[in-house]
């Protein structure tokens, strides 16, 4: 069958920033990152239990 293959969004989870370059505008991730060189990255935090992370309901 003929179809669009990729082009979706892919999250990915546990990925740790160990550091960050102000003066070139880098955040250094540790683990893998999907997507072509140079592609857009949207970083967020990935808490998915509030109540393990210390929240209240």
Do not use: F, H
Not at 13 to 19: A, D, Q
Not at 20 to 27: F, G, S, Y
């Amino acid at each position: 069958m003929a179809g669009r293959y990729g082009g979706g969004q892919v999250t990915t989870t546990n990925l740790e920033v160990i550091g960050v370059d102000i003066e070139r505008n880098l955040v250094l991730v540790k683990g893998a990152v999907p997507g072509p060189r140079g592609g857009v990255v949207v970083l967020r935090t990935s808490v998915k239990n509030p109540m393990k992370a210390g929240g209240k309901r």
